[in-house]
């Protein structure tokens, strides 16, 4: 997970479709006491309306968009979430769509 980066004293509302994850989860944050968990929402990222508009400082998306339904829904969602200003983190690891005219970046 990316705890290590997170600033001390953050609130984390967490997002993930997998029902399972929340041990795994639980099992990682304790390494990190300084991380506070809001709450654990089952749920993948295109239906996470539960998170209220405008309620987050910043949103944090690693190494999902492969697995997403709709990619354009999922970034709608976290746009939707962040107050105005927020800022949104993203990490991914995804195929070059034209390897011949870029090969590997």
């Keep these: ?3 290590q980066f997170y600033p001390e004293g ?21 390494k ?3 991380i506070k968990s809001e709450e654990i929402i089952v749920a993948g990222g295109e239906d ?3 998170v209220p508009d405008e309620s987050v400082d ?6 999902v968009f492969c697995s997403t339904q709709d990619t ?6 976290a746009l939707r ?9 993203f990490v991914e690891h995804v195929r070059e ?3 011949e005219k870029h090969g590997t970046r």
């Design 1 to 3: 997970t990316n705890f």
């Design 58 to 63: 910043a949103v944090v998306v690693s190494l």
């Design 10 to 30: 953050c609130h984390l509302i967490v997002v993930d479709p997998n029902p399972h994850f929340k041990t795994y989860y639980n099992e990682n944050r304790a």
């Design 48 to 50: 996470m309306d539960m």
């Design 72 to 77: 354009r829904k999922v970034l709608q969602q």
């Design 32 to 34: 990190f006491p300084m």
């Design 81 to 89: 979430g962040l107050v105005p200003g927020g800022k949104m983190y």
């Design 97 to 99: 769509w034209d390897g």
